[in-house]
Each structure stands twice: as structure tokens, then as C-alpha cells.
């Protein structure tokens, strides 16, 4: 609630104190075991804890000890991962829940962008609920009158804006939420992530209007994934990780900053989810050679391939003559890992094993998207290798000079089998890589390429 | 509290403009529309009176039947159904509390306030009762009217925030609260007359501040001669005051806890 102060004295406080000062703000919420959950007022009564169930016992803490100034006409992103406290920081700026300990203070109008249109009434009309929502976000009834055709602009409504909220689709819904909420003109605007709301444009529109604001002057605080969002539009940025501040500042620093540790996250998350699939896949073993059998989230071993090689999903099988006892996947650092930059260096090392010495035998590879088109595939026969003997442990590394893949997860097959096509040991889309990329092209393979023009022709770098 | 309470008329528009929502809203969509405020008090009505008068002798002490019923049934629809609706009402509004800053107490308040303009709306059968049976009516006695409306509005609203506040909570009042108003509404004189109630019963009434209210609209509307129940209005008129702030106490300590709990 805004204190009693006269709007002058309000107006010059304002102006020389920060927009959204957090101090030492801890929120903790509290967990419900199943007993509380269910408990009656009756049981309650009877058992006089009332009082007690009211107050937090077993807590979880959503914000831990943070601390955040944002000066008047700034624009603070907050990234984070998900559940790392970024919308409870916003509902707390926005006085919608209350701190644990610390203090929240906001100078100036507030309007939170949290969800669009909460207070639309399904029954009444588009006209009725702009006013009653732009009353419930603090304007008076003359101000929405005043402001209400640009509204019904803003949010592409001419047409439909006496018919009842009910029979509109859910981007018209959305659009009319966030045209009374940006029209409140607040001095502080709060964002939850509400821009994927309507089509291309009005994603534009959006952007142009909080340009605007920033013109004017305003506070904008902006709780988003879209870390492109902060690099271009933020004057600051602060990274939440579990509740805790884990960096603060100039915004590509950070955003840098975040999007490595979201890359070694990832990295683990692939790491885990191949040894499992590697795991599953050799714990079948002595399973029958049905090949139906080899399910997409169930890789089995069997002795013999499926017959039809295109089809099967993640397994292994293989009469074990020789044996793949170990994949690895090594970038440019020289170290193993799941991520690469696409156009980087990539090894693959195979390690063998063949207990007696064999001179029939071919090592494969293919390298599948996520859709499981074959991006690349080739062997040690088809490069003419014409293969004279294995013994004992041995390893082949097969080496990408340029991964020239466009940004996506691929998967892959490694295998060893007779000239014939009798396997030895295949491995089929046991592992996981990811590319990684800055440009968002499509496809699966992307060239070395270069744009040359001639004429009357200019572009600029859209990069900062 | 009191800085809360202090901000409460700066959103007499948002009131305002909420209790009209919820009328439009309710009979949108329906054939008859605001008629069903007439409509509804009517058929109950017909129903007590039918079973009041053809299928029982009606009570001593209040003839014409329909009309004396009519004087407290109205403002017990008025007072029953705010209960009923605000109980449920945070919970109903989950996503104005959690998403949007907005006081909450506003949502009981215009629960109340909207089943008030109900209770205006049917008052027009009332009149047209009250003039087809030449109710003995005095200027000095409908003046006194409005004012048990304003202590039937306080008082409600003291029980509408209480109630509201508790639901989040305890969700099991609005299933026990149906059965306890249907208790109070026997407990209160009115299907039947106070005067010739028990003496042991009307002690008890003494302590149903409902049964005041009745009393002093039976009063005003319905028996003859000087309004002999002022004092206890008056006296119920400080206590709903001080229940509405009672009322307001315990929502403002609950209020953190809503955007949580809802």
C-alpha cells in the first residue's frame, strides 16, 4: 500500500530515492506436510493448534538474504533457472506477498505484468472489463475513459470489444490484458515473462512500448528467459540461483556468465541420461533377439540386429567378439564433454576390445538428429580400410576436423561387425551430443559460408 | 490495521464498479434477467405461505402471515445468501489475490454490498404488500428504516470478512456453514413472532443479534404503534460496529497468508 503522504511530498521522495530498493529480503513459504493439509477446523479446535497451523512450521525458502537497488529510469532483467526465485522477487516488488524478513520498498505507481487479464470477468464484455481492470490497477473511472480507445487499439480489438470476454480466443485475451496493464502508466513496471502473448507484431509492439517507458523515465524490473531480451534491452541484470544473488551487473557479463553454467548443467543432465541409457542397455542382457521388443524408452540388448536397421531405436546388440568398451566425446579443449560450438573440433575415441585377435571386422559411425534423420554416417570399409588384424585393447578415434552441424541435440551410433554386416557390438544412439550455436539457422549441416554482395547493397551487424 | 482500514473509501469506485459486475454478470445470459430479483423472493414466498397458511395454522400474533413473514424473510435472504457467497469468495477471486495487488477485503465487502442491491430490488413486492394489506405505517418509524439496513450491512460484513478470511483456511466451513444458517433461521423470529415465543426461548433469542434486526423490521413494517425495539437496535447498532472492526482485525492478520494459501 502507497503511505498516506500528500503526492507532492510523494513526487520528491520519489525523485531522490531508488525506484525498488530490496533489502535483505528473505521469503520462505511454508510446506505443507499431508496432516495439515487436510486438517478441519473442527480437528483444529479440538486439538488447539489453530493458532499453530497458522504459523509457518516446516518452511521452504524462496529468496534468501537478497538485496537489490534499482535506480529511478533503469531496467533490471532478473534471469535465473526455473524456481530459482525470480517471480516471487517480482511478486514482492509488486506488495502481492510480504516478505519473511527484510524490507521491500517501491517509489512510485506500480504495475505488475504477472498474468494478463486475472481480473476479467468471462461474462461481461471486453468494454466492461477494461474499466473494471484498469480500476482495479488504479486508475479512476475518467482516466480509462480517457485512455480507453487507445487501449482497445493497442490490444487489436476494435471489432470484438462489446462481445464477452468468454467467446474471445486466448491471444485476444492475453493482448487485452496487456494493453490496460501498459496503459496504467506506471512509474514502475514490473514484467513476468508475458511477451510470447500475441503474433510477431504485437511481440513488437510490446518491445517498442517498454522503449518508450525507458524514454520516459520509468523503472522497469524484467523477469524473463529470453536472455537475448536482457543483452539488448537491460541496463542491468541480476542472476538468481536458488534463491541467492549469484551475480550482478552490466548485463552481458552476466548473461555470459549464466549461459556457461547453464552449459555445464546441461552437460551433466546428457552425461547422466547416456550412462542410464548405456546402463538400461546392458542390463537386458539374455533378453530374447525380438527385435519389437527394442521400445524407444526401454533399450534392450539382443544378440542379433533388428531387421530393419532404420527403424530401431536406442540398444545395443552384438555377439560380443570384439567389444566397445568405451565412447568418449573430446572438443578443441582436449576435454571430454556433451556441448560443442558447432564449426569446432570433435574426436570421437571408440575403445576396443577383442580378447582374441579377429581380422574380419569394420568400426562404424552415424551421426542422427533428434528427428533420427541420418545427418552423416560412414565406416572403416566404406573408406576403403581394408582390415588386417585386432588384438587386446585398442582404441580408434574418429576425428571431425569442423562440426559443421547447426544447434541441436544429435545422437550417436557406434559399432563393430563383420565385413558381412554380423555384429560384433552395436551400439545404436547410445550418445548424446548437443552443438551449440549463435545463429539460429535450420537444418541438420551447415556450410562454411560467406555473403558477398554487389550494387547498392548495405547491411549492418544486428550484433552489439 | 486502522492504516488499511484508512484506505478502505479510496476504492469505493472499485467497489462500486465490482457490485455492478456481479449483477450484470449473474442474470447474463438468463431470459428474465433483473426480473429473477423480483422473482426469486416471490416464489419463496408463496412457498412459506403456502405451507404456513393452507397446510398449518400460522403462528399468534401474525396476521396477515405473508406479510410478517415477508418483513424478515427478505432481510435474511439478504443476510443468508452474503454468507453463503462470501465464504467462498477469496478463493473464487484466487487469482486477483495472487496476481494482482488488490485488497482483498474488497471481494467480502462487495459480496455483501451486491446482495444488498438484491435486497433493494425485491423491496418493491414488500411495498406492494404493504399498501394491499394497509400495513399501519408512520413517517417517524420508516425513518428508522435505512438505519437498520446500515446495522444490518455493518454487521454482515463483520461476519463476511471473518468467515471469508477462515475459508482459506479451513475449507469445510462453507459445507457446515448451509446447515448452521439453517439453524439460525429457526433460532430467529421470523415465520414466527417473538412476542409469543417462550420466555426461555426469547431469552435465547436475546442473545441472536439477528433476531434484533428482525424484530425491529417487523416493527417498523408490520406492527403497530411506536418502535419499542430502538434500544436494542442501538445497542446492536455499537456492537456491529465493534464486530465489523473485530471482523476487519482478524482478516487484516490472515491477509499475508491469502496469496499463499488460495
Known amino acids: 500500500m502507497i503511505d498516506p503522504t500528500s503526492r507532492a511530498q510523494l513526487a520528491a521522495a520519489a525523485a531522490a530515492r531508488p525506484a525498488i530498493e530490496v533489502a535483505r529480503v528473505t521469503k520462505a513459504y511454508r510446506r505443507f506436510s499431508h496432516r ?11 486439538t488447539r493448534s489453530l493458532i499453530k497451523n497458522l504459523s509457518p512450521d516446516e518452511t521452504f525458502t524462496a529468496l534468501n538474504d537478497i538485496s537489490v537497488t534499482v ?85 487489436e480489438l476494435q471489432e470484438f470489444i462489446d462481445a464477452p470476454v468468454k467467446t474471445y480466443s486466448s491471444g485476444m485475451y492475453m493482448r487485452l490484458g496487456f494493453a490496460v496493464a501498459i496503459h496504467v502508466d506506471p512509474e514502475v513496471l514490473l514484467v513476468d515473462e508475458v511477451l510470447a502473448v500475441g503474433d510477431e507484431g504485437f511481440t513488437h509492439k510490446c518491445l517498442d512500448k ?13 523477469v524473463t528467459h529470453s536472455l537475448g531480451l536482457v543483452e539488448q534491452f537491460c541496463d542491468e541484470a541480476l542472476w538468481l540461483d536458488a534463491g541467492r544473488v549469484k551475480g550482478s551487473g552490466d548485463p552481458l557479463r552476466i548473461v555470459g556468465a549464466y549461459r556457461t553454467d547453464v552449459g555445464e548443467r546441461e552437460e551433466q543432465e ?107 554416417g560412414t565406416n572403416t570399409s566404406i573408406e ?49 551430443f548437443r552443438v551449440k550455436s549463435r545463429a539460429k539457422d535450420v537444418g541438420i549441416y551447415r556450410p562454411r559460408h560467406t555473403w558477398r554482395f554487389t550494387g547498392d547493397v548495405t547491411f549492418k551487424d544486428a550484433r552489439r | 490495521m486502522l492504516h488499511n482500514l484508512a484506505q478502505l ?33 416471490l416464489l419463496l414466498l408463496l412457498v412459506y405461505t403456502f405451507t404456513f397458511t393452507y397446510v398449518m395454522t400460522p403462528p399468534k400474533g401474525t396476521d396477515p402471515y405473508t406479510l410478517f413473514m415477508f418483513c424478515g424473510l427478505l432481510p435474511w435472504t ?75 450491512y455493518l454487521f454482515t460484513i463483520g461476519c463476511a470478512l471473518i468467515l471469508s478470511a477462515l475459508t482459506v483456511h479451513f475449507r469445510d466451513i462453507r459445507d457446515i456453514l448451509s446447515n448452521l444458517l439453517t439453524l439460525w433461521f429457526f433460532a430467529t423470529p421470523i415465520i414466527y413472532s417473538y412476542q409469543y415465543a417462550p420466555d426461555l426461548a426469547k431469552r435465547f433469542m436475546n442473545f441472536n443479534p439477528f433476531a434484533h434486526l428482525a424484530i425491529s423490521y417487523q416493527e417498523i413494517l408490520f406492527f403497530p404503534g411506536p418502535f419499542g425495539h430502538w434500544k436494542w437496535l442501538a445497542a446492536l447498532g455499537v456492537g ?21 494459501e488460495v
Not at chain 1, 36 to 46: C, E, H, N, P, V
Request: glycine share 8%; charged share 20%; proline share 5%.
Open chain 1, 210 to 222: 517498454f522503449a518508450e517507458f525507458k524514454r520516459r523515465g520509468k523503472t522497469i524490473l524484467l
Open chain 1, 270 to 376: 546428457l552425461a547422466a541420461s547416456d550412462a542410464k541409457a548405456r546402463e538400461t542397455a546392458s542390463a537386458a542382457i539374455g533378453s530374447p533377439a525380438d527385435v519389437a521388443a527394442v521400445l524407444p524408452d526401454n533399450p534392450v540388448e539382443t544378440a542379433t540386429g533388428p531387421a530393419d536397421m532404420f527403424r530401431a531405436t536406442e540398444g545395443r546388440w552384438g555377439s560380443r567378439e570384439v567389444e566397445i568398451t568405451d565412447v568418449t566425446l573430446v572438443g578443441e579443449d582436449g576435454q571430454a564433454g556433451h556441448i560443442f560450438a558447432s564449426g569446432s573440433r570433435l574426436d570421437v575415441r571408440i575403445r576396443l576390445r577383442s580378447p582374441l585377435p579377429i581380422d574380419d571386422f569394420v568400426i562404424g559411425i552415424g551421426i542422427f538428429n533428434a528427428e533420427g534423420v541420418c545427418a552423416y
Open chain 2, 240 to 260: 456491529s460496529i465493534l464486530w465489523f472492526l473485530a471482523g476487519y482485525w482478524v482478516f487484516d492478520r490472515l491477509r499475508d497468508s491469502f496469496a499463499e
Open chain 1, 36 to 46: 495439515k493439509q487436510f486438517a478441519t477446523l473442527k480437528s483444529a479446535l479440538l
Open chain 2, 78 to 152: 439478504w443476510f443468508a445468501s452474503s454468507l453463503m457467497e462470501s465464504s467462498g469468495v477469496l478463493i473464487a477471486g484466487g487469482n486477483l489475490i495472487k496476481k494482482v495487488l488488490f485488497p482483498a477485503e474488497i471481494l467480502p465487502i462487495v459480496t455483501v454490498t451486491a446482495n444488498m442491491v438484491h435486497f433493494f430490488l425485491a423491496l418493491p413486492i414488500l411495498v406492494f404488500f404493504l399498501i394491499w394489506y394497509r400495513a399501519p405505517l408512520t413517517v417517524p418509524e420508516l425513518a428508522c428504516f435505512p438505519l437498520v439496513v446500515v446495522v444490518q
Open chain 1, 384 to 432: 576403403e580400410l581394408v582390415a588386417e588384424r585386432m588384438s587386446g585393447d585398442t582404441e580408434a578415434t574418429f576425428s571431425i576436423e569442423s562440426l559443421d552441424l547447426v544447434e541441436g541435440t544429435y545422437k550417436l551410433d557406434v559399432a563393430v561387425h563383420k565385413l558381412d554386416g554380423y555384429p560384433y557390438d552395436y551400439h545404436r544412439l547410445l550418445y548424446t
Open chain 2, 9 to 41: 473509501p479510496r476504492y469505493r469506485g472499485l467497489i462500486q464498479s465490482l457490485v455492478a459486475r456481479d449483477l450484470k454478470a449473474r442474470y447474463r445470459g438468463s431470459v428474465l434477467g433483473f426480473f429473477w430479483s423480483f422473482i426469486n423472493p
Open chain 1, 71 to 155: 535506480p529511478r529510469g533503469r531496467t533490471l532483467g532478473v534471469i535465473g533457472r526455473n524456481g530459482s526465485g525470480k517471480s516471487t522477487l517480482l511478486k514482492l516488488v509488486a506488495g502481492i506477498t510480504k516478505p519473511s524478513s527484510g524490507t521491500v520498498t517501491v517509489n512510485g505507481r506500480v504495475s505488475a505484468l504477472i498474468e494478463l487479464g486475472a481480473g476479467f470477468h468471462p461474462e461481461i464484455s471486453g468494454r466492461e472489463n477494461v474499466f473494471i481492470n484498469g480500476i482495479m490497477l488504479g486508475l479512476t473511472k475518467r482516466e480509462v475513459t480517457k485512455r480507453f480507445d487507445e487501449i482497445v487499439e493497442f490490444a
